[in-house]
């Protein structure tokens, strides 16, 4: 056990690292399906250490402080820092980094001979890594480097097809926004390493120094600005869709799975360890959080891309995870901490569910993708009698996504329920509105995702083919099934078992705050139990949903049992049916659509061409254009992206190219340097 | 104890639902001026759907036949937690409201699934229209529910029942407006006027029909019980959560039959409530229904703001 506490973190490093040099060293172009298989396997390797690693910590409840002796400017630096919470996300990222591994190991096999697989490893470890870095990093310094360490990483996974214009932009504007909310977070770091005098995390953990409220402010700003940047927090969301699909599918389960997870661990430490005691953030969360829940799935509901209609929910989900999160930090400051509690415990709960479910939705997707060479959900059909295995799959993540029992998404959307409830019970009047608001946001959001995965699953999986692709899709290997099949199993576990996975959760809570000691071991059958107010036992309901299928099962079959069976064509009302005459993906969500047509202003144009022009009677063809306009980047980004652009040639006038007005800027800058030394 | 409780719910739910559908029926014959069917003609229709043999579309998969046993199963699972002749002091695992919302879902789910899995064009449009429909009702649903949960400090439907009945005068109000909100969750729920007409097979008004046309013999079976019993479930919720008095603390017989007298009387006007809406107003236009389902999750707001303000 020592051992594992000891080596376990830096071993999972190392084979990262391994994994990385291995990928380069078989690079070349003859070699690498050798560099892909081997960068893949020491990846699932490094995830599997850190995975024990992980465990290891959160079961024996114990702090690994890591610090690498190093020289000169790298001093103080290389310190790692590993409790409950970062111990709690470091076994999320493994468990879905060494799903993806296997994964690709099949997976990356279509890209041989057109891209490069040997650079892919490369950096697909350095993202891995990265990701392990920012959870365990100790200080400012290394956080920062290693935050850029991930997101490099994944610029260049998503900007791996790079002879696709669309995964190219895509990856474009990722590294754009990514370093646009990684300047609020040097800003934010700088600023406290002003304040307090040093980068270490220890300072801010034991409160040492008591920074002015306004500062406190201006940084806590700054970073959630920062960190809602890599959640993809509504507006802040636009690279989201666009660099989540484009990357391959073990890459996009491992960006929206778990890479945006790590804004919410920073969020974790900033606002309930470094900084508590503000309801104001706590709400202002909240709300984003609400924001985010419903116009992230509405926005999936629109979508008719598998990927980015996947990649719209990763925001959906985020948004659940805030209305957690903003719950604790409220009940916090508002000193009921037994609530608090709870709804970190639910914003954690729903963390791991949602890498769960979503990195099996993103590997499912990803068969179904690999097996079309499309993301056009309206160009499958069917695939359910070609794919039975990735079926089956798909629709364990649908059901944990839309939240239904006895699945793992259901319990932590319980949790989050009960916590708004309860603040809309005990807190002051402003805050148990806006809890009101969260709770009224979460509903519809529920029914609302169940409305479209029953969309995805429906025109991806059932009715007939609708094009030659489907028809011709195959089933995917036993290497991809089986990375599937383990989240799979996982989902129903985290569901069925919620028992023990809550209270390990809040052992891991506990000891955020200060408190806790051993884990209690609990019945399966042993209940959640809120305040007295609300108790849940997944075990039972589990067991009566299983009794009642099975009841009625075997009733119907001994009842029915002289009824004969028949296969039949589809009632067609007398002309031969086609698979056009089936509902679309985008015909399934119109009516949601229109009837939200107030916040998403879609837009829709017809144009008919006559065999008459004159006599417009007859139509040789017509079309109707759908689109739904990004708002965002209408009103937000592009006034802003020309805002910057106009300042910018105003500020050109200073330079004319004239070599003495130079020279008076280098006088007057002196000189008014000069000036202010003497004055201060 | 609680086995017997669990087995007793699940049989009397099933074994009564169709009598639902046939009460409704029948006071709606009465109110058109028709003698109507008896109202044991639901069950057989039910007798009769469970001996014929069957037709399965070759577009179908697995989910078309796994779906009506799905559905099926959730209403059993949900009447094993509802509070029945006796509220429940104690917890029931089935019995907590979300778990009653979800499950709902969850059936609803697969409805639209197997809608979907024929690859007909009105199995497709009625499940795009349940779905909206859902979505839109569970925000009135959970909020209306959790008013009476904030109401009473539990969350759990036979412990809200027990502490209702313990209620003072002044907590009416908002019971009553959180009632409206959930019978007109109980409406859309249940493909029921105005939001969905459950005698139709007109191609543009069709919801629930439509997604179960494909279906035949034990199955189309199966779906009909299951949509009786989820409405016998709504009329329960209805009847012994936001009303109720009548109900017997002793587990006696004699004081267990006159509950259940006190049960069937608030049912009777429930079910002939629904009917004489059926035959009193027109169908709503679909893109009308929406403000209906808002209007029960702005009633369900008002009474939570009633509650804790």
């Known amino acids: ?680 | 104890m609680e086995w017997t409780f669990f087995i007793l719910n699940m049989l009397t739910v099933t074994a009564l639902s169709p009598l639902t559908l046939g009460i409704i029926r029948k006071v709606k014959a009465r109110a058109q001026n028709r003698s109507g069917a008896s109202v044991l003609q639901p069950y057989r229709d039910l007798i009769k759907l469970f001996h014929k043999d069957e037709v399965i579309s070759a577009d179908a998969s697995w989910i078309f036949s796994a779906a009506p046993v799905i559905v099926f199963a959730t209403t059993l699972a949900i009447a094993s937690g509802l509070p029945l002749f006796s509220p429940v002091p104690s917890f029931i695992p089935t019995g907590d409201l979300l778990v009653f919302v979800y499950l709902i879902a969850t059936g609803a789910f697969f409805l639209a699934l197997a809608g979907l899995d024929t690859g007909s064009g009105f199995g497709g449009i009625g499940s795009s229209r349940e779905m909206t429909i859902a979505a839109l009702t569970e925000g009135g649903l959970i909020l209306s529910l959790v008013a009476v949960a904030l109401l009473t400090g539990a969350a759990n439907l036979g412990i809200m029942s027990a502490a209702v009945s313990g209620l003072s005068g002044m907590a009416l109000l908002p019971l009553s407006i959180a009632a409206a909100a959930f019978s007109i969750a109980l409406l859309a729920e249940n493909a029921r006027y105005p939001v969905d007409n459950p005698a139709t097979h007109l191609e543009l008004t069709m919801v629930h029909e439509a997604m179960i046309l494909e279906y035949s013999g034990p199955k189309l079976a199966l779906m009909e019980w299951a949509s009786a019993s989820k409405l016998l479930i709504f009329v329960i919720i209805l009847g012994n959560v936001f009303a109720p008095w009548g109900m017997t603390q002793s587990l006696t017989l004699p004081s267990l039959g006159l509950a259940f007298l006190f049960f069937a009387l608030k049912a009777l006007v429930i079910l002939a409530a629904i009917a004489l809406i059926e035959s009193g107003m027109a169908k709503f236009r679909f893109f009308r229904v929406p403000d209906l389902l808002f209007t029960s999750f702005v009633l369900s707001v008002i009474a939570i703001l009633l509650i804790v303000v």
């Not at chain 1, 989902?491 to 390990?504: D, M």
């Open chain 1, 1 to 680: 056990m020592s051992t594992v506490l000891q080596y376990g973190f830096v071993v999972s490093l190392e084979l990262y690292a391994f994994g990385a040099l291995c990928s380069l060293l078989f690079s070349s172009r003859g070699r690498e399906a050798t560099a892909s298989t081997f960068s893949h396997f020491f990846a699932a390797c490094g995830a599997l250490t850190g995975l024990v690693f992980a465990l290891a910590v959160i079961f024996s409840g114990s702090v690994v402080d890591l610090h690498a002796g190093a020289i000169g400017l790298a001093q103080n630096v290389l310190t790692f820092h590993v409790d409950g919470l970062a111990a709690f996300f470091i076994a999320t990222i493994s468990t879905v980094a060494l799903a993806a591994s296997v994964y690709g190991i099949a997976y990356q096999k279509q890209f041989l001979g057109v891209y490069r697989l040997g650079h892919f490893g490369f950096f697909y470890n350095t993202f891995l890594a990265g990701m392990l870095a920012v959870i365990a990093a100790d200080n400012g310094i290394m956080f920062l480097f290693a935050w850029e360490a991930m997101a490099v990483g994944s610029y260049f996974l998503v900007a791996f097809e790079r002879h696709d214009s669309h995964a190219v932009s895509a990856g474009k504007l990722y590294i754009l926004i990514s370093q646009l909310g990684a300047a609020f977070l040097f800003a934010a770091f700088l600023l406290l390493f002003r304040a307090t005098g040093s980068w270490d995390f220890d300072v801010l953990r034991a409160h040492a120094v008591i920074l002015p409220a306004m500062l406190e402010h201006v940084i806590l700003g700054l970073a959630l600005i920062g960190f809602a940047t890599k959640a993809g927090v509504i507006p802040l969301h636009i690279w989201l869709p666009e660099a989540h699909p484009a990357a391959p599918s073990h890459v996009s389960a491992l960006m929206s799975g778990v890479m945006i997870k790590t804004a919410i661990f920073m969020m974790v430490r900033f606002f309930v360890e470094f900084f508590p005691g503000h309801a104001s953030w706590g709400l202002v969360i909240l709300v984003l959080g609400a924001v985010s829940a419903l116009l992230g799935v509405l926005y999936a509901l629109s979508e008719h891309d598998i990927k980015r209609l996947l990649a719209f929910h990763s925001v959906e989900n985020i948004g659940i995870i805030l209305l957690g999160l903003g719950a604790a930090i409220a009940f916090f400051a508002y000193g009921i901490p037994v609530a608090g509690y709870v709804a970190l415990i639910a914003a954690l709960y729903h963390t791991v569910n949602h890498a769960l479910f979503k990195s099996l939705l993103f590997l499912s997707a990803g068969s179904v993708v690999h097996a079309t060479g499309t993301r056009n959900m309206e160009e499958y059909g069917g695939l359910i009698k070609r794919m039975p295995w990735t079926a089956v799959f798909f629709l364990t993540g649908a059901v944990a996504i839309s939240g239904l029992p006895p699945f793992n998404g259901f319990v932590s959307e319980w949790l989050t329920f009960q916590s708004l409830f309860t603040g809309i019970a005990a807190l002051p009047l402003p805050a148990k509105s806006i809890f009101l608001l969260g709770a009224a946001s979460l509903a519809f959001t529920g029914g609302l995702a169940a409305a479209c995965f029953v969309k995805a699953f429906g025109a991806t999986f059932l009715a007939r083919p609708r094009s030659d692709v489907a028809v011709h899709a195959h089933e995917s290997g036993w290497l991809m099934k089986l990375p599937m099949g383990f989240l799979a199993a996982l989902t129903l576990l985290f569901g069925v078992g919620a028992s023990f996975i809550a209270p390990a959760i809040g052992q891991v809570v506990l000891s955020l705050r200060g408190e806790g000691g051993a884990m209690p071991l609990v019945s399966p059958f042993a209940m959640i139990n809120i305040r007295d107010f609300a108790l849940l036992s997944m075990a039972s309901v589990a067991l009566v949903l299983i009794a009642a299928v099975l009841v009625t099962y075997i009733a119907i079959r001994v009842i029915s049992r002289h009824s004969r069976t028949r296969i039949a064509r589809t009632w067609d009302c007398g002309v031969s049916l086609t698979p056009r005459m089936e509902i679309t993906a985008t015909g399934f969500s119109r009516s949601i659509i229109t009837i939200f047509r107030g916040l998403l202003r879609p837009s829709i144009q017809k144009t008919a061409e006559y065999h008459d022009a004159s006599t417009r009677y007859f139509a040789k063809s017509r079309m109707v254009h759908l689109s739904m306009p990004n708002l965002y980047r209408t009103y937000l980004y592009d006034p802003a992206a020309s805002l910057v652009e106009r300042s910018a040639l105003k500020t050109r006038r200073i330079q004319t190219g004239n070599l003495n007005i130079y020279l008076l800027y280098i006088f007057l800058t002196l000189a008014a340097l000069l000036a202010s030394a003497l004055i201060s």
